[in-house]
């Protein structure tokens, strides 16, 4: 039932008068000078000051700056400008800073004229105060999981991004920015991505964990279409009673190469052991054999047609005892016997057996560089450094430059074998120090693994480029003496 009687707010002087005591906000009025009118309860809890403190002074108290701060907004309610909704800091009574949100409006006499202010003061401190706590939350958080190594993403209940953090960003390729709002799906290949939504729907309506709280391993696809192993492990969490995952990624390629690394290890190792096992078995009848073969030759008469044949057997036994050395050096490399070797001269005096070969008959050599010590086995770096100019002369077809020179330092001297061979394609750069890897007819493919096995006993590397120009440059470093 409407009551008739009930005053109309807008005209009852005791109806206002009573919304402003009883408001929980500030209601100030103040003359053109700024000086208070009026100061009403809520202003009195706002600040400490009660009304009879207040009424007759200047606002200006309230503020940090102190009087000339207030002078600005004094003008501006002056001038007839309302004040909408500033946020503001004011002094309390007792020395503490209080957060404001304040209106403002002039006060007009029965003319018009403008005689005074008002304003409406609401306290926000408390707002304030839990604005900056969520917000040191935030950058805490933040920081937490962009230091993380592995990386993080946070889904929703529909596997929508909420925070992809910077491992992630590394991991996939995607910036955060990219992904905050699209489907998880998108980092996830076939036929995964298509799954995904069902695990999701499945785990909301069944609550059958899958992966929360377990972990597997899962593969992930990156921007640029590759995929990677990952082992991934899910937490869930609610606010305001929605749900959320967070998803923790762990790159395991790392493992996964370190496993294989270790698988062709011990693969190698015992191929090693076996190869050991038959050119020993072997090299004894092959040297009986190629003996016979020439006591043979040796009987046939001038100008049989037969010799080039014997000569051609005596050249594959030969091949096949290079084989047979190669197989036995590379799977019992042998421990260097350490002493002083002087490198220049071991270099020349190896280009000048070779220099005999009929293959080494176009090839020009060329030594350049000092002549320190190295401490090492000259026998095995002998083999190291026939085993490089082989090949240089076997990649130029006997035709060309094999330039070596040495650049000594403090702790290591490196040697420098350049030709100007047809170089080396990507492909195969890959390969080449994988035992039995050849691009030669007749070649064994251990000449470069048993060269990095023997360095590597040195305590020395071996390292192989080809330069856009074209040739094979392969750089050796060896211990100084
Ligand atoms: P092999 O000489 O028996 O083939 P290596 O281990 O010595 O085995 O070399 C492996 C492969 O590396 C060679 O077959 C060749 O394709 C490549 N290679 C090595 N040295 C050179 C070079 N100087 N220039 C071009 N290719 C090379
Ligand atoms: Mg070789």
């Known amino acids: 039932m409407p009551n008739d009687t009930f005053p109309s707010p807008d005209t009852t002087p005791a109806f206002l008068a009573a919304l402003v005591e009883y408001t929980d906000d500030g209601v100030v009025s103040t003359d053109l000078s700024g000086k208070v009118r009026t100061w009403n309860a809520g202003a009195e809890r706002i600040f400490g000051y009660t009304s009879k403190e207040m009424v007759g002074r200047t606002l200006s108290i309230l503020m940090p700056g102190g009087t000339g701060a207030f002078t600005p907004v004094l003008d501006r309610l002056r001038a007839g400008e309302q004040l909408d909704r500033i946020e503001a800091v004011r002094i309390a009574k007792d020395g503490r800073l209080v957060h404001v949100s304040l209106m403002?409006?002039?006060?007009?006499?029965?003319?018009?004229?403008?005689?005074?202010?008002?304003?409406?003061?609401?306290?926000?401190?408390?707002?304030?105060?839990?604005?900056?706590?969520?917000?040191?939350?935030?950058?805490?958080?933040?920081?937490?999981?962009?230091?993380?190594?592995?990386?993080?993403?946070?889904?929703d209940v529909r596997g929508r991004i909420e925070a992809f953090n910077r491992s992630a960003e590394r991991m996939f390729g995607y910036t955060e920015e990219e992904m905050i709002g699209r489907t998880v799906n998108t980092l996830m290949p076939s036929p995964y991505r298509e799954e995904h939504d069902g695990y999701l729907m499945r785990y909301l309506h069944t609550g059958e964990q899958r992966i929360i709280g377990i972990g597997r391993e899962v593969t992930g696809l990156r921007k640029d279409g590759s995929t990677l192993p990952v082992h991934l492990s899910v937490g869930e969490w609610q606010v305001g009673g929605e749900r959320h995952f967070t998803g923790i990624l762990h790159d395991l390629t790392p493992r996964m190469q370190l496993e294989e690394r270790l698988r062709e290890q011990t693969a190698l190792a015992r191929l090693g052991e076996m190869a050991a096992v038959i050119a020993h078995e072997i090299k004894n009848p092959l040297a009986a054999v190629r003996g016979a073969i020439q006591v043979i030759g040796g009987r046939l008469p001038a100008g049989s047609k037969d010799a080039p044949v014997v000569k051609e057997i005596v050249a594959r036994l030969d091949a096949l005892n290079d084989l047979i050395k190669d197989l036995l050096l590379f799977a019992r490399t042998p421990q260097p016997r350490v002493g002083s070797v002087a490198v220049l001269a071991l270099i020349q005096m190896t280009l000048e057996l070779l220099s005999k070969d009929p293959s080494f008959a176009g090839v020009r050599t060329l030594v350049a560089g000092d002549a320190p010590l190295i401490k090492g086995d000259?026998?095995?770096?002998?083999?190291?450094?026939?085993?490089?100019?082989?090949?240089?002369?076997?990649?130029?077809?006997?035709?060309?430059?094999?330039?070596?020179?040495?650049?000594?330092?403090?702790?290591?001297?490196?040697?420098?074998?350049?030709?100007?061979?047809?170089?080396?394609?990507?492909?195969?750069?890959?390969?080449?120090?994988?035992?039995?890897?050849?691009?030669?007819?007749?070649?064994?493919?251990?000449?470069?693994?048993?060269?990095?096995?023997?360095?590597?006993?040195?305590?020395?590397?071996?390292?192989?480029?080809?330069?856009?120009?074209?040739?094979?440059?392969?750089?050796?470093?060896?211990?100084?003496?």
């Open 104 to 155: 403002g409006t002039a006060v007009r006499d029965g003319n018009g004229q403008v005689v005074g202010a008002l304003a409406v003061i609401r306290d926000i401190s408390a707002q304030k105060r839990s604005d900056l706590q969520r917000e040191a939350t935030e950058a805490r958080w933040r920081a937490i999981i962009d230091s993380a190594v592995d990386a993080i993403v946070v889904i």
């Open 378 to 481: 000259a026998e095995l770096l002998k083999i190291v450094l026939q085993n490089l100019f082989i090949n240089a002369a076997q990649a130029m077809q006997g035709h060309g430059e094999i330039r070596v020179t040495i650049v000594p330092g403090d702790t290591i001297h490196e040697v420098h074998v350049i030709d100007t061979g047809p170089g080396i394609p990507s492909d195969v750069r890959e390969k080449l120090f994988r035992p039995f890897f050849t691009t030669k007819s007749r070649g064994t493919g251990l000449g470069l693994s048993i060269a990095r096995r023997l360095l590597e006993a040195h305590g020395g590397s071996i390292a192989v480029a080809s330069p856009e120009g074209g040739g094979t440059h392969v750089t050796v470093t060896l211990p100084a003496l």
